[in-house]
């Protein structure tokens, strides 16, 4: 069946990488926070085997950042997440989901800490933007929120490390996880951090304007060639080993960060003025009443997860949904993220799956694949 294109117009917003993602043979975009984000290269099982081999240079430039600047900016972070941030300090990077007023998620970015009243919130696919300055206009909040033209490019893979100190110098393998430091690109101090949505390990580089954009791209694709470097992107099958959630898929606003597996970056008793705190302290007390978990579904490759896929107990009744699902080379099964209710959450557990390839027996698994791999 031949796939749909997408049509460009000046809303779905390329970056200043494109040219680069073009002229490596892109196959397929997906659209987030209104601009392009490559999926397919050669095709997902071949990205991903290299991914897992060798080192990618990312177009993550969707990766939007909300700039939060002035005296008020502390407390407006606190406000956005039950996460306590009291302790972060400037050079540190933060996982942080960030909720509404009933506790149910809101995006889940990595927060980057540039100063004592400044920070950049790299966001996932939502339009955190327009909520934040809800709030900030609301409370009267003396701070400045917009959104800075930032374009990050990732570098991941086993061979990040090596890449990047060719490019950046040998400092940048002193960079520890979720920490930042500025390194020298043609006379720019550019922000990197050790961070990335993979599991193979990588950076992100920070890049402020665009014009360096293919500059930047031809450094390291050039540098990266004793390194087996291609063009890359997140990729669909390492990302669901890895357990890494994506927003709108894995989890939407009718989650709450505890039902996704994240209550451990939840605060709730010392995030005093986060906007949902007090629903949350209700879910961390009762404990969610369902979860996600990884799943094992038994069978050939199943197709694309487009719609979210039933799950029942082996007598027919709901427990619970599939939300991402892929054939794993590596582990000769379906892997797969579903939301499970507690009932049925337990390794081990045989659930049914209700595929668009037909119902499918599924095992409920004690950790994510890729740590099963390191045992």
């Known amino acids: 069946m031949t796939q749909p294109l997408l049509s460009p117009s000046r809303r779905l917003r390329r970056t200043p990488f494109s040219p680069g993602v073009e002229a490596a043979g892109v196959k397929a975009y997906t659209v987030y926070n209104h601009m392009l984000l490559p999926t397919v290269f050669r095709s997902v099982e071949e990205d991903y085997r290299h991914l897992k081999e060798a080192v990618q240079v990312w177009d993550v430039a969707c990766e939007r950042q909300v700039e939060i600047r002035g005296p008020d900016a502390a407390r407006l972070m606190q406000m956005l997440t039950p996460r306590d941030l009291r302790r972060m ?3 540190q ?6 909720v509404d007023e009933t506790g149910g998620m809101l995006n889940d970015p990595v927060a980057v800490k540039l100063a004592e009243d400044r920070f950049w919130v790299s966001i996932a696919d939502s339009d955190l933007l327009l909520w934040v300055k809800g709030i900030v206009w609301g409370m009267r909040l003396d701070v400045l929120v917009d959104e800075p033209d930032v ?3 990732a570098v991941q893979g086993p061979r990040a490390d090596e890449l990047m100190a060719a490019v950046f110098g040998e400092g940048v393998r002193a960079l520890r996880f979720f920490r930042f430091g500025w390194f020298d690109f043609e006379g ?3 922000a990197i951090a050790r961070s990335g949505y993979s599991r193979q390990g990588g950076f992100e580089i920070y890049l402020e304007g665009g014009e360096m954009g293919m500059a930047l791209w031809h450094a390291l694709m050039e540098a990266g060639r004793p390194f087996d470097v291609r063009a890359g992107c997140p990729n669909l099958i390492e990302r669901i080993e890895g357990g890494l959630l994506s927003y709108g898929n894995d989890m939407t606003r009718a989650n709450t960060p505890h039902e996704c597996g994240l209550g451990r970056f939840c605060n709730t008793l010392t995030a005093i003025g986060c906007v949902g705190r007090d629903a949350l302290l209700r879910v961390a007390q009762e404990g969610p009443v ?3 978990r990884p799943l094992a579904i038994d069978g050939p490759a199943v197709p694309a997860c487009l719609e979210a896929w039933p799950v029942t107990d082996p007598g027919g009744r709901r427990v619970g949904q599939v939300t991402s699902a892929a054939w794993s080379p ?6 797969a993220i579903g939301m ?3 009932t049925h959450w337990e390794p081990g557990t ?3 799956v209700e595929t668009p390839a037909g119902r499918r027996e599924a095992e409920v698994r004690a950790r994510f694949f890729h740590d099963e791999a390191k045992g």
């Not at 590596?330 to 892997?335: L, Q, S, W």
């Open 89 to 91: 300090l400037p050079g």
């Open 93 to 98: 990077c933060y996982y942080v989901p960030m």
């Open 151 to 153: 374009s990050p490019l």
């Open 188 to 190: 720019r101090s550019l």
């Open 290 to 292: 369902r979860q996600i």
């Open 330 to 335: 590596d582990h000769a099964t379906n892997v």
């Open 340 to 342: 499970i209710r507690m």
């Open 350 to 352: 045989r659930l049914v």
